[in-house]
């Protein structure tokens, strides 16, 4: 099956040439590309042969994975996945154990240079990368070898784009992105928590139609898709504008969709696309349930305060350090009290009873 | 260091720094007050009269007529200026939220566009103050560079807020971080210039009023 | 000849406190202060501007009380006050000031830059950067008993004149009197009416009074240059003789600056409460009047206006009584716009009379007082402070104005209802 085309992998799966079209036009605009364009993603990728990815799980939880595959029906993304050759991946292939990373090194070797690494888990660096090992082997080793002969790689979700759920504080076991570690390789960081599948594969197919990286932001997203803020894209936006707010989940304001900024909706500091190609095939997603946006494509969103904290108050209590800064200021403000007196009192001390003589020179 | 890593900072560990700094500054600077101490005033004093030192605090802020037209920048822009600064800073949505996260005090917002304008108008009053104290000869005769380092730490959160709230030049994340940034630096340069008037003009209008107050004059 | 930088510095030291720390700690150099003062507004130098008037001051403070200004002075990054500076400043401390209090009621902090600038006299003053006329009336004061040099024999000269005049005795040295009365030398030379007009009415009255041959001066220059032991010995000549003579009242004349000595300063002076009461002239006369013992008839016909000596009405609170007063005596009295508390100062007071280096400025000055006039149209202007007069009369005549300048005891005087005289 490796040599297979994508176009004859669809066929043999009866999927026709004109819903292969379809999905290449919703491809092609989802990537903001001009209509005349979705020909030549049609182009591409039919003649795409199914090229190497290999797929490392580090310290994660699946959850992007899971994202991935949420296939409610034979989807357009299972296709994909059927037209890629994932020789590697945890969760979904059949082989394991010393087989499994047997395989992975095979491939590797055979298509040095030219495959495409995704990783998803953050890598820990602490105590030489022992909290997470696979077959003996560090995550930071395993990285470091597979990158070396990556084409590009894609970071899929928070933790692998910006070190994640296991980087907030205190981050015992030192995890960090992938960026942290590889400094020599095209990387796409496709950040959230996890990502909206579509936009996974959305860069995918990017990726495989031009070959190249797409335009990313300054935290190497792709900006096709991470763009925009939730705020800017919010359908609740102009409740925000005329100052309605929602106070709980459960009040007046809640149950007239008013805007979630009181609720800690982190929206205006957050790129991504859920605003509007939503979740679950576009049903919903967190703002429209009623719930703020965590904030999960950005780094650090676990350690930026509470979800349900206006983004305008502080992320930890100011009392302690005022009332340190109050106690320090009034031992300052007592020294230097005595000096003053002191001061005074040696001016006073000095204090020569004046003369009509004292008035001139 | 990106825009998230500034904000994130900006939210929290230079939030305590500059609110620690603030108030270290303003306590020693009472403490360097008070330190000095007032004589007795022996001579005894008028009694029966309007004024007292707790009088002055509120009603200085009320000009004389004839005074206000020998001064009618000063007093005008004055005005608008202090009270469009704080009607920003207690009115607008994300400043109440912030205050009721620091000491548990909230109030019903007015509707954002008012707030936004006030904010306009309080930005060109500022700018209006800035160019008529270095175009009056007096006033640029005083002016020292505390006078201008304290206008402009004034001016940028406001400007900063404004281009924020609006989404205006840069990222709002990045733009974001430099308002909460620009407050902070308000507050750690606050206790070492005249900002300081912010607290110290209590203490000033009531020695002021209770001198005037033992002579039966109301001031 | 013993001024020195170093007792100037060290009399700043001890005359700075928490209120002028809390002064300079809320100036936002507004400039409103400017507006205030005659001696800017007529002239239109931004260096009259009150708050600069006391900027050593304010950098003394800084570096000696502040810690930032200390910090600052131990790394040699401060400016040290020097005899230089000050005797640059000195102009602007004595020449440009009358201690009027405009910009005291103005500061929208609430600074009281009157205050700051009779306690930085205390500082140029003893550092030999007083001006050269208030030395020398400073000197008289202390050495001969008057800032003009009078002695007694002057004055019983001017006592015998207005008991001719009068037909009424002056007493002096009467033990147990309720009142002991204080002349200015201005009145004692120029104003010599004022003791007729007081003879008269506390006969009418019924006042038991007297002068005192051994303190009957009340201009104190030590307050107007600017240092409180000299001040002290001439506020407490007054009260030795007061006590001796153990009156229950002193009254102030019609002096402003004697008024803030003796009424205000002086008990902090010479550190104690005193073992009587002091009135202002004014007030004394109102009390008399309130008790219907002021009998007048008659009114002045002409419009006259009422200047407010800035030491009696705004520093003072003597603000209600001329004007009760005037009612009595006037037909036509009409307020200068600016009036009471607000009022402008002559220009001369706090010792810039004495002064001559600053008498262009106070002739310049004085177009203030000449504008409220022109404002109001009228002849006759009534006034309750010796120094006012004569600085007003001064200036009125060097802008050739008619107004006839008149002092308000006097003027009641003349008003007083005909009772049989003494002789």
Redesign the interface.
């Known amino acids: 099956m490796r040599d297979e085309t994508l176009l004859d992998t669809l066929k043999r799966r009866g999927i026709s040439r004109r819903g292969f079209l379809k999905f290449c036009a919703t491809t092609a605009s989802m990537l903001a590309l001009p209509p005349s364009m979705a020909a030549a993603v049609a182009e591409a990728m039919g003649k795409v042969r199914r090229p190497v990815v290999i797929w490392l799980s580090f310290q994660e939880c699946t959850g992007c994975t899971e994202s991935l595959t949420r296939a409610h029906s034979p989807s357009v993304e299972s296709l994909i996945f059927d037209a890629i050759s994932l020789d590697y991946h945890h969760t979904l292939q059949a082989a394991s154990g010393h087989a499994a990373e047997e395989a992975r090194e095979h491939s590797m070797k055979a298509d040095w240079g030219n495959y495409l690494l995704i990783v998803d888990g953050s890598i820990p660096i602490r105590d030489d990368g022992v909290y997470s090992t696979i077959a003996g082997i560090s995550n930071l080793q395993m990285l470091k070898d597979a990158a070396a002969g990556a084409a590009a790689i894609v970071s899929v979700g928070t933790c692998a784009a910006y070190g994640g759920l296991p980087h907030a504080n205190p981050n015992p076991t030192g995890a960090v992105a992938v960026t942290e570690i590889i400094k020599d390789k095209p990387i796409i960081n496709v950040p959230g928590c996890p990502p909206i599948p579509a936009v996974i594969t959305g860069v995918l197919a990017h990726y495989l139609t031009f070959g190249a990286i797409p335009d990313l932001d300054?935290?190497g997203r792709p900006k096709a898709f991470f763009g925009e803020?939730i705020?800017?894209r919010c359908y609740r936006r102009p409740f925000?504008?005329?100052?309605k707010?929602a106070k709980t989940f459960d009040d007046e304001g809640a149950r007239n969709g008013w805007c979630l900024?009181?609720l800690g909706c982190k929206g205006?500091?957050t790129h991504n696309a859920c605003a509007t190609t939503k979740w679950n095939g576009g049903t919903s997603w967190p703002v429209q349930s009623g719930h703020g946006c965590l904030g999960c494509s950005?780094?650090?969103f676990w350690?930026?305060?509470s979800f349900y904290?206006?983004?305008?108050?502080?992320?930890?209590?100011?009392?302690?350090?005022?009332a340190?800064?109050?106690a320090?200021?009034?031992a300052?403000?007592?020294a230097?009290?005595?000096?003053?007196?002191q001061?005074?009192a040696?001016?006073?001390a000095?204090?020569?009873?004046?003369?009509?003589?004292?008035?001139?020179? | 260091m990106n825009a998230m890593d500034l904000l994130l900072w900006s939210r929290g560990p230079g939030l305590g720094i500059a609110v620690g700094i603030f108030l270290f500054g303003m306590v020693l600077r009472l403490f360097e007050i008070y330190s000095l101490g007032r004589k007795r005033d022996l001579a005894p004093a008028r009694t029966g009269g309007e004024g007292s030192g707790w009088r002055t605090m509120f009603s200085r802020s009320v000009p004389d007529r004839a005074q206000f037209k020998r001064s009618p920048v000063v007093f005008t822009t004055g005005y608008i200026f202090h009270l469009g600064f704080f009607i920003v800073l207690l009115f607008l949505l994300p400043h109440i939220e912030l205050i009721e996260a620091v000491i548990g005090l909230s109030w019903a917002p007015p509707p954002p566009p008012i707030v936004d304008l006030v904010a306009v108008i309080t930005l060109i009053a500022l700018i209006v103050t800035l160019i008529y104290r270095i175009m009056d000869p007096v006033r640029r005769m005083l002016s020292t560079f505390g006078d201008y380092l304290a206008w402009g730490v004034t001016f940028l959160p406001l400007l900063t807020g404004y281009m924020a709230y609006h989404h205006l030049l840069l990222d709002y994340t990045l733009m974001l971080a430099l308002h909460i940034l620009s407050v902070e630096l308000l507050l750690v340069v606050f206790p070492f210039t005249k900002l300081t008037h912010m607290v110290t003009l209590f203490i000033s209008r009531w020695y002021n009023g209770e001198w005037f107050a033992r002579k039966g004059v109301a001031s | 000849m013993t001024a020195s930088l170093q007792k100037g510095i060290n009399a700043l030291r001890e005359v700075l406190d928490a209120p002028i720390a809390s002064y300079f700690s809320s100036c936002v150099r507004c400039g409103m202060c400017a507006e205030a003062c005659l001696f800017y507004t007529e002239t239109k130098d931004p260096k009259y501007t009150p708050i600069h008037k006391v900027e050593p001051l304010r950098r003394l403070w800084e570096q000696e009380y502040t810690l930032t200004g200390r910090v600052k002075k131990m790394f040699g990054l401060s400016k040290p006050v020097t005899d230089e500076e000050l005797e640059e400043w000195s102009p602007l401390v004595y020449d440009s000031c009358t201690q009027c209090g405009r910009c005291s009621m103005v500061c929208p902090v609430g600074n009281d830059i009157t205050y700051m600038i009779r306690k930085m006299r205390e500082g140029m003053a003893i550092s030999g950067h007083a001006p050269e006329g208030v030395i020398g009336a400073t000197k008289r004061t202390i050495e001969l008993g008057s800032p003009m040099g009078i002695k007694l024999p002057a004055l019983q000269t001017q006592i015998g004149k207005q008991e001719a005049e009068t037909g009424l005795t002056i007493p002096i040295d009467v033990e147990g009197a309720d009142y002991m009365a204080l002349l200015s030398s201005m009145e004692i030379i120029n104003f010599p009416e004022y003791l007729g007009a007081l003879a008269k009415i506390f006969h009418n009255a019924g006042v038991s009074w007297t002068l005192s041959s051994e303190a009957f001066e009340a201009t104190n220059s030590g307050i107007q240059i600017g240092v409180a032991d000299l001040a002290s010995d001439i506020v407490m000549r007054i009260v030795t003789a007061a006590e001796k003579l153990k009156v229950k009242s002193v009254i102030s004349p019609e002096c402003g600056h004697a008024f803030t000595a003796l009424r205000w300063e002086g008990p902090n002076l010479i550190g104690r409460p005193y073992g009587f009461t002091v009135v202002h002239i004014l007030e004394l006369l109102d009390e008399l009047r309130s008790a219907g013992k002021l009998k007048t008839t008659g009114k002045e016909s002409e419009a006259l206006t009422f200047h407010d000596p800035c030491q009696i009405a705004r520093r003072g609170g003597v603000v209600e009584q001329p004007r009760r007063l005037l009612g009595d005596v006037a037909e036509d009295f009409r307020e200068m716009s600016d009036t009471g508390v607000w009022n402008w100062c002559c220009g001369g007071g706090g010792g810039v009379s004495a002064n001559d280096r600053a008498e262009h400025l106070r002739l310049t000055a004085f177009k203030r007082k000449k504008a409220q006039l022109d404002a109001l149209g009228v002849e006759t202007m009534v006034t309750a402070c010796a120094n006012c007069r004569i600085v007003l009369e001064e200036g009125l005549e060097h802008y050739n104005m008619n107004v006839k300048v008149v002092g308000l005891t006097e003027l009641v005087a003349e008003h007083l209802v005909e009772q049989e005289s003494g002789k």
């Open positions: 300054d935290l803020s705020h800017d925000y504008d005329q100052g707010f900024f009181e205006p500091t950005e780094p650090d350690d930026g305060g904290k206006a983004l305008s108050t502080p992320i930890s209590p100011v009392t302690g350090a005022a340190a800064a109050v320090i200021g009034a300052a403000g007592v230097i009290g005595l000096a003053n007196r001061t005074k040696a001016a006073k000095a204090h020569q009873k004046a003369t009509i003589a004292d008035l001139e020179k």
